[in-house]
């Protein structure tokens, strides 16, 4: 039951300041960090990680996006932590995703506004969408010396 999802603040949510933010919203419900770092990806790196997107017609507006700056990635781990992420981060479209989310507390636009300007549509955070793409993505982005084991604290309470 305990699992681990490979979280991005993709480079929006960087070049905001939004990092602490976010970040803070996953601490508080008790998810452990057990990895994390900064990295500018590359052309060739975003393919690897959007490989099941890149015939679509935004990759290349996704691929510019997800290039444009440096990325904070991390790995978080918690009872059911790939569907409790997916949860706080809300819908794809920030339009649509409900108040109280991330993409729904940060973000506002649409996807027709996104296709009509030819860019990805900018929600800030990338997550892993289920346990195999989780495994997979946590592989992609972190060395197993990069994931540390410890003990937090609060961890009588929160699990
Ligand atoms: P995902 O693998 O779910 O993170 O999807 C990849 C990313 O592509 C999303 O987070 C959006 O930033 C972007 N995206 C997905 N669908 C569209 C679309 N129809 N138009 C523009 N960008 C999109």
């Known amino acids: 039951m305990i699992d681990q999802s490979l979280v991005l603040i993709k480079p929006d949510g960087v070049q905001r300041g939004l990092v602490g933010e976010i970040l803070s919203r ?3 419900v008790g998810l452990t960090i057990v990895g994390m770092k900064m990295f500018w990806v590359t052309p060739d790196f975003a393919k690897k990680h959007y ?3 890149v015939d679509k017609a935004f990759y290349a507006g996704l691929e510019a996006m997800i290039t444009e700056g440096p990325v904070i990635a991390m790995v978080l781990e918690g009872v059911n932590a790939v569907e409790l992420v997916r949860k706080m981060v809300g819908g794809t479209e920030p339009k649509s ?3 109280g989310t991330i993409r729904g507390d940060y973000a506002h636009v649409s996807y027709e506004y996104a296709d009509e300007k030819g860019i990805a549509i900018k929600n800030l ?3 892993s969408g289920n346990l ?3 495994k997979q993505e946590v592989a992609l982005w972190f060395t197993k010396e990069e994931l540390h084991k410890y003990e ?3 961890e009588k309470h929160t699990r």
């Open 26 to 28: 996953f601490e508080k």
């Open 51 to 53: 490989n099941a997107h």
């Open 97 to 99: 995703a409900q108040p």
């Open 125 to 127: 955070i990338h997550a």
């Open 132 to 134: 195999e793409e989780a």
């Open 152 to 154: 937090p604290t609060h």
